[in-house]
């Protein structure tokens, strides 16, 4: 006979084995839950890791494009020349497993949906701190009143005027009444807008991107029109600067006024001999000079002359001489700021240099084009000579993971490309056109 407790047991055993069971399958599909969790966060710190590395790898790239970039300079930009395309590579550039393209601007076509890829002159825009009101009020979307305030915000007599109009912005501030010291301080100025700066170029690429054709489906808001109409700083910079100074580091002659006429009549007699520098320094005369090219013009010399003399003269004291507009690169837009210019000449002045691009290595062949009397008009802004560059960067990682854009402005007025401004764009987002993003999925999809 079997004992009440016995009993018990026999009829319990069943029971207690299938809790056991079910607790042994709990702890299972607990483990297995802590192993699908564990696993998913490796996975995904994987690939965040895996993006921090492309990220790495494309600012390296940038990098490294960058310092393409001054080597460019250092051996194709001497003594105020640009650099042609035809010098270097400006478009895919393999720079570890990224490639890196020269975001730039092709100065004798509008912008079209596609980027120009090169490096920027800086001379062929327009000189915030040295340009007059006439040429500020000249840009594209620019108002009176925001001329006003740009003009207001430079001038050293200035310093705190407005500031009731300043102190109901948010953030409050003064009127700075000093020059500027970056094109994006503009954006404290009071009426520059980001709709006025930027334009429908919210990405600052110079070219007409889908989003910035597209009405109001999308930012910004734009006229779905099939043309590009950027903002003011499109077309304005503060680096423009030349040294005042000859080949050999010596002064130039201030031919401004006759005082240093002297000076200047023993260096024609040296280039051109006794009796040809009688003829131009009878033709000028002694009324005041406002710029080289009107000496150019009222010597009425050759273009092999002017090419001898052009390195020797001068208008100015200064040691540098900023804000001159390089009238081989500038845009037909900044073209038309300039007086004796203006825009019933800028197309033409474009359209020649496209038609003669062996002669833009002088300002010369402007009498081919203009009146003496609006070369002398213009002169005083212009230039042949470019001595700071911008390096637009953009670099896209391996099938194309990872992307960064930054810009770095090199200032050769010293000899040695020297970096004055650096600035990460990449927060602007893509800038590299619909053709590059093709190319980008298809190496992807190879590589898949």
């Not at 690939?47 to 460019?72: F, M, W």
């Not at 004798?108 to 800086?122: A, C, I, K, Q, Y």
């Not at 990405?203 to 989003?211: I, P, W």
Request: hydrophobic share 40%; proline share 5%; net charge negative.
């Amino acid at each position: 006979m079997t004992s009440p407790s016995l009993q018990r047991y026999s009829r319990s055993r069943p029971g207690q084995r299938g809790a056991v069971l079910v607790i042994v399958i709990w702890i299972c599909l607990g483990l297995v839950a802590l192993t699908l969790y564990f696993a998913d966060s490796i996975t995904s710190e994987m690939r965040a890791a895996d993006n921090r590395v492309a990220e790495i790898a494309v600012r390296q790239a940038v990098a490294g494009g960058t310092r393409y970039a001054g080597y460019i300079l250092s051996q194709f930009a001497t003594e105020g020349r640009v650099p042609l395309r035809e010098d270097y590579d400006s478009e895919e550039l393999p720079v570890g497993d990224a490639n890196v393209w020269f975001i730039g601007r092709d100065a004798n076509e509008r912008p079209t949906s596609e980027p120009f890829f090169g490096l920027v002159d800086e001379a062929s825009k327009l000189n915030l701190n040295t340009a007059t009101r006439t040429m500020v009020e000249a840009l594209p979307n620019m108002t009176p009143e925001l001329a006003e305030a740009i003009m207001s915000w430079k001038a050293r007599n200035q310093a705190g005027a407005n500031d009731s109009t300043y102190g109901r912005l948010d953030p409050p501030r003064l009127n700075k009444g000093a020059p500027f010291e970056s094109v994006d301080e503009l954006r404290l100025v009071y009426g520059a807008t980001l709709d006025v700066l930027l334009g429908e170029d919210i990405n600052r690429n110079g070219v007409l991107d889908e989003h910035e054709n597209d009405a109001d489906q999308s930012a910004p808001r734009d006229n779905a029109d099939g043309l590009l109409q950027p903002g003011i700083l499109e077309y304005v910079t503060i680096y423009s600067r030349e040294p005042n100074r000859r080949a050999n580091g010596a002064r130039r002659i201030n031919i401004a006024t006759a005082q240093n006429r002297p000076q200047l009549e023993q260096v024609l007699r040296q280039q051109f001999g006794p009796f040809r520098a009688a003829q131009i320094l009878q033709a000028i005369g002694t009324q005041p000079m406002d710029s080289i090219a009107e000496f150019m013009v009222r010597g009425r010399l050759s273009a092999e002359e002017w090419a001898q003399i052009r390195g020797e003269i001068t208008t100015s004291n200064n040691t540098t001489v900023a804000g001159l507009i390089n009238v081989n690169t500038a845009s037909e837009t900044v073209l038309a700021c300039i007086p004796g210019i203006g825009v019933e000449n800028a197309a033409t002045l474009v359209g020649y240099r496209s038609a003669h691009p062996d002669v833009l290595t002088s300002l010369y062949w402007l009498r081919e084009v203009l009146t003496p009397n609006a070369i002398i008009r213009a002169g005083r802004y212009l230039t042949d000579r470019s001595y700071q560059f911008s390096a637009d960067v953009a670099a896209v990682g391996i099938s194309g993971r990872g992307y960064c854009r930054e810009k770095t402005i090199f200032d050769l007025s010293e000899g040695t490309p020297r970096i004055v401004y650096h600035q990460d764009l990449t927060s602007y987002g893509w800038a590299l056109g619909e053709q590059v993003r093709q190319t980008v999925r298809d190496a992807k999809e190879r590589r898949t």
